[in-house]
């Protein structure tokens, strides 16, 4: 009756469903609606930066040649001849002794080849200033260009748009937006347990709260969550939801179901789909039953019924696959280092994912796992903005000890690389076999 | 012609502004779009979390009683005389060496009191198993409220809402979430030198790229933003503009138009109003011309023209009050500490806000100034994760010199006094009067 299910290494895991990791198409969108989404083509400066030779500051825009001798002792007269407000250009050439008030972000105008401020300036009539000092050809002006060149790429194809990026696409004409679109992804819960959220309580039976919790953590990676309901009982329907789900998604995920209990139907649907399972035991708590096949390309995710570790599956496996599809390039959890800041006495058989919270101490990052690793416990998932990850096979840790941490809230993620090769690297003892 | 203004400092200035913070009010919308939304009221279970004694494993429900004497050399049989998947309940009550198979997260059945792990358990016959250990009163049950008593408050009002908040949400039946209303923030760009985004390029003039980046900011702070134009050339015209937009939204911030320049027709504005300018220049660079104002108990934001000015204005002054619209406790950016990666050898008359990039080394923050902090730099804002805080008075800082860092892709915040009482503990020189 219990199925004998091999246990594969987090890491193997996550290569394995990398490899039917694949970009999706672009799209357009007005600017306004840009915010928060990735882009779909590199973001491009289509002119030089600035445009034109410009005043950084309010002042003068003179010949340098007329202040060779100026000094404090010997002040140089200007005749004031015109004056450029922002936006605005002055139409004649700056002559001997002649001057222009400019504004900051003006046009020099032609003849001017250096920008006076205006603080050093004394006016010495209605329309005459004095200058006494020497003005260098070029001071005080932002060359054509000197900021950024036309053609430069800003910011590359697959980059989350922040507001600065905003401000880049609104500088270089960008009133569409072309942004990665976003993967449709289906979810089918499962468990006679469940109710869902709006039906009263009865014994025996919990809310569905992992629908939910799964569509927010898309939408923070960046996709388009789909409920599709929860399974009806018997095995051929709920074959033929699968089945005619995964015509409509790019990705479906399921939750619940995947264990080896009698009423687990997963393992027998994705046979009777004829997919192929990537893999269906993972060395990792919570989580180890997280199962994921594959079906003509397209990726089924199969999550266990527990809400950490259908949390945890959804951060370590859907992400990853779900921000390759919108072309970013660091498409897994950001990794780095905290000070565990209380002890963790329990023995780790296996790679463990404990949910923590990471607050800073001066420039260190210090964590504390949050509630209990408990199956079911739901509660300290709000509280939570990192997993701890916890090697297998050691016996526990102390408070300063270094733990590797992945951060959940961060926007930038990590190439998959590095984060592979922090599994790789990890401490862990000889205790895989006890699975 | 040039007005004397007066600098203050940077917390004094929130400080001003934070007298006229308000709260908003609350609305409903449905779970499925609360992500990312701030919670309207406390987040309280409604129930018990058990709702009802349960089985935290699959295993066998019985009575501890009868396996007193039970041991490796003295098994003891039990009649499983039923058996409970999850979402069902068992009808009968467990007798004297009964046994009842039970799912994970199933009820305990009525007279039983423990539950033995599957693992442990010898099928002996078509429904007999073998007990080989003592199993003790309560061993392997998961007891009503034991994870969270009804009535506990899960997630303070004006929390942001995670995906474990959404989680908790489902699980304690919010079909319709309470969620804090988004604050209207109205903007009104200024500045002759500004075309529209799709206008194409001409000499001295530059695309509106302020407008969607604070369009961006606003968004990602939780509010509202409603682009209401550039500003019209007569100073009736615009003075108009302000006031009837300002019926129409929450808080109103303008772009430009705060300087002293003779093109800048803001000051006139706000007398016109009748509005109380609470400050017109900060002592902090970028940003110092940045100018708040109150008209009738709403706050006009006159943030400066300049890019880096105009968005280190908006994190500063916009977020606090608009995060304590959405009840949030925590509205202004997190600072921590982080170690300079490359000398910053400027010298800092005032409070300078430095673009910069955090990236970690083992457990400790460190940070890089992003591209020179020049005024329209704006394609450094876009690789920009936090700002960097260097006080004024100062003669530059060395690689390895630990400074203060304000964190702006986070959504946890912090509360207003810590963050004063950073600036307050800031190590300035005395060269405050050299603004």
């Known amino acids: 009756m219990v199925e004998k299910r091999k246990p594969i290494k987090v890491e193997e895991a996550l290569k394995r469903v990398l490899q039917y990791a694949k970009n999706g198409s672009t799209e357009y969108v007005s600017i306004e609606e840009s915010y928060g989404r990735f882009l779909g083509e590199d973001l491009v400066a289509t002119h030089d930066v ?9 002042g003068y825009a003179i010949r340098s040649v007329d202040t060779v001798s100026a000094s404090r002792n010997n002040p140089i007269e200007f005749k004031v001849v015109g004056e450029i407000g922002a936006g605005s250009v002055f139409e004649g050439v700056v002559g001997e002794n002649e001057a222009v008030r400019i504004m900051t972000g003006a046009q020099i105008p032609e003849g001017a080849d250096c920008v006076i401020m205006l603080e050093l300036v004394t006016e010495s009539g209605e329309q005459t200033i004095q200058i006494k000092r020497q003005v260098k050809q070029g001071e005080n002006i932002s060359f054509i260009g000197e900021d950024t060149k036309k053609g430069t790429v800003l910011a590359s194809k697959g980059t989350y748009i922040n507001p600065g990026v905003v401000a880049l696409l609104a500088t270089f004409g960008y009133k569409q937006v072309p942004v990665s679109a976003k993967p449709k992804i289906g979810i089918i819960a499962t468990g006679s347990e469940l109710l869902e959220v709006d039906q009263p309580l009865e014994p025996g039976k919990i809310r569905n709260s992992n629908t939910y919790m799964i569509m927010a953590q898309i939408e923070r990676a960046g996709g388009e969550p789909i409920y599709f309901g929860q399974f009806k009982d018997d095995l051929r329907t709920c074959y033929e939801q699968v089945k ?3 015509e409509h998604v790019d990705f479906l995920i399921t939750t619940g179901g995947v264990s080896v209990g009698d009423y687990d139907y997963l393992p027998a649907i994705y ?7 990537l893999f269906n035991k993972i060395a990792m708590r919570p989580g180890s039953v997280t199962t994921i ?11 266990s019924g ?5 949390y945890v599956g959804c951060e370590l496996f859907v992400k990853p696959i779900l921000r390759t599809f919108l072309h970013n390039q660091n498409p897994v959890l950001k990794r780095t ?3 565990l800041g209380q002890d963790f006495p329990k023995a780790n058989p296996f790679d463990r994912f404990v949910r923590g919270y990471v607050t800073f101490d001066g420039s260190q990052l210090l964590v504390h796992p949050v509630g209990l690793d408990k199956s079911n416990v739901v509660s300290s998932l709000a509280g939570a903005n990192v ?6 096979g050691t016996r526990g840790f102390s408070k300063g000890m270094k733990v590797d941490v992945l951060l959940l809230e961060d926007q930038e993620g990590a190439p998959v690389d590095t ?3 922090g599994f790789e690297k990890l401490n862990r003892g000889d205790s895989d076999e006890v699975i």
Chains 1, 2 share one sequence.
């Open 50 to 58: 600035p445009f034109f030779d410009r005043s950084p500051y309010d």
């Open 244 to 246: 005619n789900t995964l």
């Open 271 to 277: 046979e009777m789909l004829g997919a192929e399972v």
């Open 293 to 303: 096949a594959v079906k003509d390309g397209k990726l089924l995710f199969g999550l």
């Open 306 to 310: 527990n809400p950490s570790a259908c």
């Open 337 to 339: 280092q905290a000070i």
């Open 387 to 392: 997993l701890l990850v916890l090697p297998g």
């Open 419 to 421: 984060f592979l090769a």
